[in-house]
């Protein structure tokens, strides 16, 4: 079980910091991502973290604004958002994988999170 966090509203040019617990004794997950989904689009690949944390992948839209990290010890993983614009709101999502490379398609996953809404105000 994925339970994501830290959503809310945010002036645009501000950050937010989103986090995601695993929880569940077996939960041996590896790979962890991020996923976004705005109103009447598709979802789409936000960032993703290996287990060790050695490889990242970022969304090339997004350019350097997205910091993803993880917290092993913690089963937690966090998504950094940094200068927010409007097109940023969105529902973002968690998501992991028994897979230990970076995995950018969502269909890959196979244990998501509820998501949590981030809405930017502009």
């Known amino acids: 079980q994925l339970q994501a966090s830290g959503g809310g509203l945010v002036q645009a040019g501000g950050s937010l910091r989103l986090s995601c617990a695993a929880s569940?004794?077996?939960?041996?997950?590896?790979?962890m991502g991020w996923f976004r989904q705005a109103p009447g689009k598709e979802r789409e690949f936000v960032a993703a973290?290996?287990?060790?944390?050695?490889?990242?992948s970022y969304a090339d839209s997004l350019k350097d604004r997205p910091i993803i990290s993880r917290d092993n010890a913690k089963k937690t993983v966090y998504l950094q958002m940094n200068t927010l614009k409007f097109e940023d709101t969105a529902v973002y999502y968690c998501?992991?994988?028994?897979?230990?490379?970076?995995?950018?398609?969502?269909?890959?996953?196979?244990?998501w999170g509820q998501g949590t809404q981030v809405t930017v105000s502009s």
């Open positions: 569940g004794r077996n939960f041996n997950i590896r790979t």
């Open positions: 998501a992991a994988t028994y897979r230990d490379t970076i995995v950018t398609t969502w269909g890959l996953y196979e244990y």
């Open positions: 973290i290996t287990y060790n944390g050695v490889s990242t």
